[in-house]
């Protein structure tokens, strides 16, 4: 395809026998080498057209009218860069790799975008939880409607999916150091090895294999609802690879289908909800719908609350789904509906707090709520998780919950106005660890990169 537009510079060389060549290649100019084929110059129908008119004669060498200036492209050229140059009216780029041509671009060569393979990426945040705890349980909101407040923080439930060319499904968890591999999705088991996951994919039945990696920013069991921040970001991942693309409430309704029904784990409705919307949430559970309202808390009031807010971990996991069967229970007795009523007053209370700034307000709702929330299961509280609550209000602490359902995970604290450092030292001291964070308003993302990986 190029043979024609090369012409080698030797003595036996003329303007004439270049004229000649630029009629057989047709494309009005001639790329000059030297004897090792490296490239010399450029000559076009112009320069010899030039050369006639300043008295050149046809037997004449035509070394001193080739353009040795010439502009030319390297082979990890950009598209972007040939588009200016052709925008600049350049009727052809040579490329070149070390000093030889190896290709000549035209306006109308210039290939398209390739397709390549496409990676999907994710990341879901976890939640704190502040009141109305318990009344996002179906069989107390089913009857008297249930709310709760929460918020969503910087830490986050990892997903890459990358789709394969065949039908073999393999899973990594780097936080709990497993892999598992499938030859198709109909061969996928419950077996107690990241059923979680393979509870979203029997729901979503992606039509492709594929490889899926999760790694978290946060323990596992640590009260922070992370398995629904996991869920979250594995269905965001292949919702990428959709044409018709689930919204919030969807995703957060299949999060909550993957593990309460496919599963069969006890629990509540808000860290689906919270995780997949992000920010300070008021969410409202009734029988008939589920509904999420964003809340736009102050700028000087979100700095605050970060600035007077301990994440603490207790050092122990909160028992999965045996606290939540236990409320279930509980809420038949009509001194517990009673209290899950205060709590879920409180959630309302503790918004109007947020929202007009009276945090010292909102740290004293934040000490009734965990006081209410003690009596929904006998195995919310123990002595060790007393003994920690305690000794958080005895150096600074204003109030504070245990997140999650109870039993173990992450505590988060109030302090008072001017004694975080205290409470934070005196936590350190005790051997326990505090976790630096701040609020995230963004919920869960999802993206798609292209790769020749």
Not at 379 to 393: G, K
Not at 396 to 410: D, H, S
Request: with cysteine; proline share 2%.
């Amino acid at each position: 395809m190029l043979e024609n537009l090369f012409l080698k510079l030797d003595s036996a060389s003329s303007i004439f026998s270049c004229l000649n060549q630029l009629e057989k290649n047709t494309k009005g100019f001639l790329l000059i080498t030297n004897d090792t084929d490296e490239i010399i110059g450029v000559l076009t129908d112009g320069d010899i057209r030039r050369a006639y008119i300043n008295g050149a004669e046809s037997n004449d060498l035509p070394d001193k009218y080739i353009n040795k200036d010439f502009i030319y492209l390297e082979t990890n050229y950009s598209r972007e860069k040939a588009l200016k140059l052709f925008d600049q009216g350049k009727k052809f780029i040579p490329i070149i790799e070390n000093k030889k041509v190896i290709d000549v671009i035209f306006p109308q060569s210039l290939k398209y975008i390739e397709s390549k393979d496409i990676i999907a990426r994710s990341k879901s945040p976890v939640r704190v939880s502040f009141g109305g705890g318990g009344t996002d349980l179906s069989s107390f909101f089913l009857e008297h409607t249930g709310a709760v407040l929460n918020a969503t923080i910087n830490l986050y439930a990892h997903c890459f999916l990358k789709k394969r060319n065949d039908c073999i499904i393999s899973i990594i968890s780097h936080d709990f150091n497993q892999h598992i591999t499938y030859q198709n999705i109909e061969n996928i088991e419950y077996d107690g090895k990241l059923d979680l996951i393979k509870a979203a994919i029997n729901l979503l039945k992606p039509p492709f294999g594929f490889n899926l990696e999760i790694s978290c920013d946060f323990p596992p069991h640590s009260g922070l609802g992370g398995s629904s921040a996991v869920l979250a970001s594995v269905i965001a991942a292949f919702n990428e690879f959709r044409e018709d693309k689930l919204n919030r409430y969807e995703i957060a309704e299949l999060a909550f289908q993957a593990e309460r029904i496919e599963l069969s784990i006890s629990g509540g409705w808000q860290d689906q909800y919270a995780s997949v919307f992000g920010g300070f949430n008021f969410i409202e559970f009734s029988a008939s719908k589920n509904e999420v309202f964003s809340l736009k808390i102050p700028y000087d009031v979100l700095n605050e609350l970060e600035a007077r807010f301990v994440l603490c971990f207790s050092g122990e996991e909160h028992p999965i789904g045996k606290i939540h069967e236990q409320q279930k229970l509980q809420m038949k007795k009509s001194h517990i509906i009673n209290l899950a009523h205060r709590t879920r007053e409180i959630a309302y209370e503790m918004k109007s707090s947020l929202l007009r700034g009276n945090l010292d307000a909102f740290g004293v709702l934040l000490h009734e709520c965990w006081c209410l929330k003690k009596n929904f299961a006998d195995e919310i509280s123990n002595p060790y998780v007393n003994e920690i609550y305690d000794f958080a209000l005895q150096n600074g602490a204003v109030g504070g919950k245990i997140l999650g359902a109870g039993g173990g995970g992450f505590f988060l604290f109030q302090s008072k106005i001017d004694k975080k450092g205290n409470l934070c030292s005196a936590l350190k001291n005790k051997n326990l660890l505090v976790k630096d964070f701040i609020f995230e308003d963004r919920g869960v993302r999802s993206w798609v990169i292209r790769t020749n990986a």
